[in-house]
DNA sequence: CCTAGATCGTCAGTATACTGTCAATCAACA
DNA sequence: TGTTGATTGACAGTATACTGACGATCTAGG
């Protein structure tokens, strides 16, 4: 088969192009999430920071930012954010100076359980447009993709290494 | 079949969240492409904003902003900074003095050439760890996604309005 | 004990993004 | 023609993101 000739330099390239999808789509979730839970004043990231304290009650900054995938120098306003906000609140590790281990307040426990339907809403409506097995499909896809890149960002996702502080069997 | 309890408020849940996984994956595209293209100093929009402008040149911004789906007022930064490194140039309209029409530099022209192979290696290391027959599967889905929650996103895209003022037939 | 290297939180600087607002300008209509 | 309403570019304010650097602190090795 002959090769194709170089693609001319045109918009429509950019439009097929797969950074600029996984941009748009970004965008696109972002907005729905916003809009779904804008009665309760979180943003995807701050929801994520959230709810990754939860699951690790006296975590720190540089393991939070471990555990989510998020950029530490990012990472510090937006638990300055949490805090002012009064849904977590930062306490002293006695044995290690460096560290301010972080907690959920009462609010910020509640805040995540009433905001929970809401963002459920937003994760199946980004999806909606697509039939069910196409969702599953796409859904697989990217998770293996995500996966397989991992090293690529500059922040790579340590589900399990964040957890070895808390004193987890390894 | 008995319908499954609700989930527990966890990151795992969060892991396998569609915005979550496109956030994740769009951090990685802008990581890749800014590697590929370090030597070019251009970011991924500032990249799409010069194609953009290359295909419809003496496109205005707010128009512009259509084509690419980008905010306006964003774009605006954007421009100022392709002005700086000379790559475009601003006309006042004559017919309109509201508007600046945008243009490509020769330098402009030049970097665009000169990049394509880099960004064409950034676009296919984002799909590398999928097999080929998986990569289309992917991104015929997210072209599709992307295109049925077009008005989701508070810049939709609008590839054919934005041709008109140019005085092609509609 | 004391220093070399690693780690933690923080900060400065740059670049997207979005919300809301504004003055200048244009278009349309009474 | 004169005013209303829409559009354009610009701006202020907030929130992610990433790069690179810094002092404070901890850890290991000698």
Do not use: W
Not at 99 to 116: D, F, H, N, V
Request: with cysteine; charged share 25%; aromatic share 6%.
């Amino acid at each position: 088969m002959p090769s194709k000739p170089p693609a001319p330099i045109t918009i429509d390239a950019v439009y097929a192009a797969p950074g600029y999808l996984f941009r748009r789509m970004q965008q696109i979730a972002v907005s729905i999430f916003m809009e779904e839970c804008k009665a309760f004043d979180l943003t995807p990231v701050q929801y994520a920071a959230l709810i990754a304290i939860h699951t690790h009650p006296g975590i720190d900054a540089t393991r939070l930012s471990a555990v989510i995938a998020f950029d530490r120098s990012t990472l510090g306003s937006v638990i300055e954010r949490l805090q002012a906000k009064d849904y977590i609140e930062r306490k002293p590790a006695p044995e290690d100076k460096r560290i301010k281990l972080l907690y959920l307040t009462k609010s910020g426990a509640a805040i995540l359980r009433e905001i929970i339907p809401a963002v459920e809403r937003a994760q199946a409506r980004m999806l909606e447009p697509l039939k069910p097995t196409e969702r599953k499909t796409l859904m697989g896809l990217l998770v293996q993709l995500v996966d397989l890149n991992n090293e690529a960002s500059r922040v790579p996702l340590r589900a399990e290494d964040a957890l070895e502080h808390l004193g987890k069997a390894g």
